[in-house]
């Protein structure tokens, strides 16, 4: 068994490769550089952790991960559930470092449990709508929180009702400057991205890529400027010096009270965590027909963590514009993300100096320009057109997110979500069913045109039924057989049924006993074989007024055949 990742023999085979992933790479450690100071400052934390936190992290998910081209480290929304998570903690202290650090080994630890246990299949219970409404109400939150930085204003508080309280007790003011700068820096942001015009002239690859380098640019002109006008001196906050060596690797200092408090926060950063890397990660795999594992990804996601809990880093994933931006630079492999961590460490230790003095008016404004994607109106577009149901938990999600904090938003729209799901078993379909012309073909007589018999009730249960449905089912079985007095047997079609639980063969055995006291009989047709095994060790069988078919068209037949048979013909 080789302990050399997968993508090392794809390089041998292709080595044509090597030279894209290495200029993609390189050009990767340059553009994030900007959004992963921006993100630490996000989470309340030294600008620098967001570089600690792009480079280890990111060689462990190289080398274990299950995605070709996830680019792993900050992103906005881990960073901002950081910042809600220790929002009881002076923000920036060497207490709330060291508990960001410790979270970040939490979350790391609850992957890696997943992935042992398996749990990849967690995802599936996460419905679109709430994955997308948590996921908006974080990016207006983020935006929100930017305004400090943007205009200057006293914003602070991980919740509107609490950013609300806070502005009223403290007031709302302005900086001039630093709105002067920022408003501005955004505009420009905002031109380069949405007024196509300025770049038509330019193939479409080449127009992406200058957008990009615009912001390298903005960031050069604004450190510049900054510098040589002493902005500082106008009340305008600055990036103070980055440290140009690389913290010593040390396991994160553990308190037991201190992890018990930090649990829920944890489960929630990890489950978002998962989402939003396996998300962007398994939907490139599929349309490139690539291989990608649920709990493989747990595991890489949750190794990277404890690895950026390790090297002063905080709770890191795979972000959609981090590895959007990275597919578009043509990333192939795992090698372009080793090629981007060591183009940051060598840009941290040479010219990380070169950073000083860059306002964080331009850095709200570039993380506002990343926040302002995140907001997914389109799903909810989607899910009002087609399925109330997401559309509900859209609007839960994001109202309580951005109301009351985003671990209660999460909470909310999951528990939503679990409801609404409760109660879609629990309005089962029962279709009244009929005959095509003389095919073997049955359906609803409300859609078809199809053949009934008056003596003969065909029902179909196009749900499984357990003790959450059983009453719902019994209660409209009855109530089909009332309005058919004619129908002396009653086929009940299983086709859809792949589970009974001992509260739903109660009642069928009930309603059973009820069709016999009343002279009528109970067939089942076209009952699955793990339902038949679980039939077989109870009593309905054995006191079943009527037989079990293998189709509907059998059951039919031979009761058709049976009622000739009385009639003698």
């Given amino acids: 068994m080789t302990i050399l990742p ?22 990767m450690a340059i553009l994030v550089i900007p959004q992963s100071l921006g993100y630490a ?53 060497m207490q709330y470092i060291m508990l960001s650090i410790m979270l970040a080994f939490m979350v790391g630890v609850i992957l890696c449990l997943s992935s042992m246990l398996r749990l990849g299949w967690i995802m599936q219970f996460v419905s679109r709508g709430v994955a997308s409404g948590f996921v908006s109400a974080a990016a207006v939150m ?20 609490i950013i609300i309280n806070n502005l009223l007790h403290d007031g709302f003011y302005i900086h001039a400057e630093t709105a002067l700068l920022g408003l501005a820096t955004l505009s420009l942001l905002f031109a380069n991205r949405h007024l196509s015009f300025l ?11 200058a957008k990009r380098l615009v912001i390298i640019i903005v960031v050069m002109i604004g450190i510049i400027f900054a510098n040589q006008l002493h902005w500082q001196e106008l009340g305008i906050h600055l990036l103070e010096p980055l440290p140009t060596q690389l913290p010593a690797l040390s396991p994160p200092i553990l308190s037991t009270d201190t992890v018990l408090k930090m649990i829920p926060s944890a489960l929630l950063i ?24 649920n709990n493989k990804e747990l595991l890489g996601l949750g190794l990277a963590n404890i690895a950026s809990s390790f090297s002063g880093g905080f709770a890191v994933t795979g972000g959609i514009s981090r590895t959007s931006l990275n597919i578009s630079l043509g990333a192939k492999t795992p090698f372009a993300s080793v090629i981007c961590a060591i183009g940051i460490l060598s840009i941290l230790l040479f010219f990380g100096q070169y950073l000083t003095g860059l306002p964080y008016a331009i850095l709200s404004a570039i993380i506002i320009m990343s926040a302002i994607q995140m907001v997914d109106l389109d799903t909810l577009k989607d899910a009002i057109k087609h399925d109330g149901a997401d559309a509900w938990c859209w609007i839960i999600s994001f109202i309580t997110a951005i109301a ?74 009855r109530e089909r057989c009332f309005n058919h007095p004619k129908a002396q047997e ?20 009930n309603f059973n006993q009820e069709l016999k006291q009343q002279g009528r009989c109970l067939h089942l047709a076209e009952v699955k074989g793990p339902v038949l095994d679980s039939l077989k060790n109870g009593k309905l069988i054995s006191k079943l007024s009527g037989k079990v078919f293998l189709s509907t068209k059998q059951a039919m037949d031979a009761l058709n055949r049976q009622k000739n048979d009385w009639y003698g013909l």
């Fill in 142 to 161: 983020i935006i929100i929180s930017q305004l400090k930085n943007l205009i200057g204003a006293p914003i602070a508080g991980d919740s509107l009702t």
């Fill in 199 to 209: 770049w038509s002239w330019l193939p479409k690859s080449k127009a992406d890529f």
């Fill in 270 to 293: 990890a489950l978002i965590a998962f989402i939003s890397s396996s998300t962007v990660a398994g939907s490139y795999a599929r349309i490139h027909q690539q291989p990608f594992n």
């Fill in 41 to 93: 400052s996000l989470a309340g934390l030294p600008p620098i952790m967001g570089l600690y936190a792009s480079i280890v992290p990111t060689l462990v998910y190289a080398y274990i991960g299950s995605s070709s081209v996830s680019a792993l480290g900050p992103v906005a929304v881990t960073a901002i559930m950081t910042s809600g998570a220790l929002s009881h903690y002076a923000s920036g202290s």
């Fill in 6 to 27: 997968d993508w090392l023999n794809t390089l041998k085979q292709q080595p044509k490769l090597i030279v894209n992933d290495l200029s993609s790479g390189l050009m």
């Fill in 490 to 509: 009653i086929i009940l079609v299983m086709t859809a049924v792949n589970h009974l639980d001992l509260t739903a063969q109660d009642m069928l055995l």
């Fill in 404 to 477: 009351f904090g985003l671990n209660f938003g999460l909470s909310a729209g999951m528990l939503t979500s679990f409801v609404l799901m409760v109660h879609r078993s629990q309005r089962v379909n029962i279709a009244t069913i009929g005959q095509i012309g003389n095919s073997g073909h049955f359906r609803d007589i409300t859609r078809y045109k199809a053949t009934t018999v008056d003596d003969l009730l065909m029902l179909r249960i196009d749900e499984s039924i357990y003790f959450g449905n059983a009453t719902t089912i019994h209660n409209t079985l």
